[in-house]
């Protein structure tokens, strides 16, 4: 008989066991709730996309069988085109840019490809929560340092949340391997300007670090702010790994396509990584995206592009979701960026008897809120270190890159709660 102890998990993934979106989606689909906890729109993507991926299985002889590991060429070279005109750096398609099971491949590849065990990564919370986990996989050592809200009183906007640059410095050392770097924020939706960025930018080549930029909501920015890539940056595309999703950019998650640009000497290693895990994604869904991006690459600048009229069509849904957040009583962090919002509860939540078990308050009454008002967010907490999680508990984390009836609906649940105070 097999001896139980001798088949555990591996003690590198000890701890990881389960996740806050395991969790919550099994919450969502015992209790139906008005979802606006995962981070995807509820209504369908551009027409062109999903009618390019019908194009494409109509063929039944070029798509169906395996295509070039480390990306579909008709893809990478789409991507090269497009990226070496918004960085105004000829990218090479071979050399490059690596295609990806989505973005968390590509940041799996980078983080595994490059951090050797014992090496320090430091993380800006609050944070994906996979940073850390894959940090750990690798044997590395996460330092964690929070943004902080510096205002107390009035409208509160992401750029309100900040990294102070003493502390950001003292997490720098010889041992600190890369920065992971996320811009626009999830779940903040913090956009880091171009001074912000050049502090950042001026550790990595003090220090010798490699920067991992996760701009994976790259296109979904509120005028007047700008996305600024860090990898323009004097001296900066060296060391930088840049990393985009087909899922962010086009509104369809389910594909799970996603891509990291980089020199090639740092690229190697993600090719390394990536051949001996996935080796090679979906030739149809490759094929599809690589179109979408043709076709937009040729109204790059335009207003009918989708990389423009996504945050235009984002804005509103921003702005009437922090309208009734404050008018229930809630605090919102209006982002910059993204198509998350974090809203302080606390103001709201101090006159309800919700309880729960869970430790966190926050994952007390977010699943109060789903399981006796039917409305689902995150609790911000999960996306802290064990030591930082307090920061996380006074917020909730909801997504308005809905449906307006959806929007609606969740408004009407937090005006009928607050009227049941």
Known sequence: MASTSRFQLATKYEGLETSVWTEFIALALKEKPCNLGQGFPDYPPPNYVT????????????FNQYTRGFGHPRLVNAIAALY?????????????????????EALFCTIMGNCNPGEEVIVIEPAFDCYEAMVQMAGGVAKLIPLRCSKTSGKVSSADWKLDTAEL???????????ILNTPHNPVGKVFTYDELTVIADLCKKYDVLCVADEVYEH???APNKHVRI??????WERTVTIGSAGKTFSVTGWKCGW??????????LRTIHQNCVY???????????????LEAGRLGTPECYFNSISEECRSKRDYMATFLENVGMVPTVPEGGYFMMADWTPLGEKLNYTGEDKRKDYRFVK???????????????FYSEVDKHLGEDYIRMCFFKKDETLKTAETILTDLKKSL
Do not use: H
Request: charged share 20%; aromatic share 8%; with cysteine.
């Open 260 to 269: 990291a640009y980089a020199p090639d000497f740092i690229l190697k290693n």
């Open 51 to 62: 009618e390019s991926l019908k194009d494409v299985m109509s063929d039944s002889t070029l």
């Open 231 to 236: 990898a323009t940056l004097p001296g900066m």
């Open 368 to 382: 109060w809120l789903c399981r006796n008002y039917k409305l689902q967010g995150i609790p911000p907490s999960a």
């Open 280 to 294: 090679t994604c979906p030739t149809p869904i490759q094929e599809a995206v690589a179109r979408g991006f043709e």
């Open 84 to 104: 070496s005109k918004l960085i105004s750096r000829e990218l090479d398609p071979i050399t490059n840019v690596l295609v990806t099971a989505g973005a968390y």
């Open 169 to 179: 410095e003292s997490k720098f050392n010889k041992n600190t391997k890369m920065i």
């Open 220 to 222: 979904l920015v509120y």
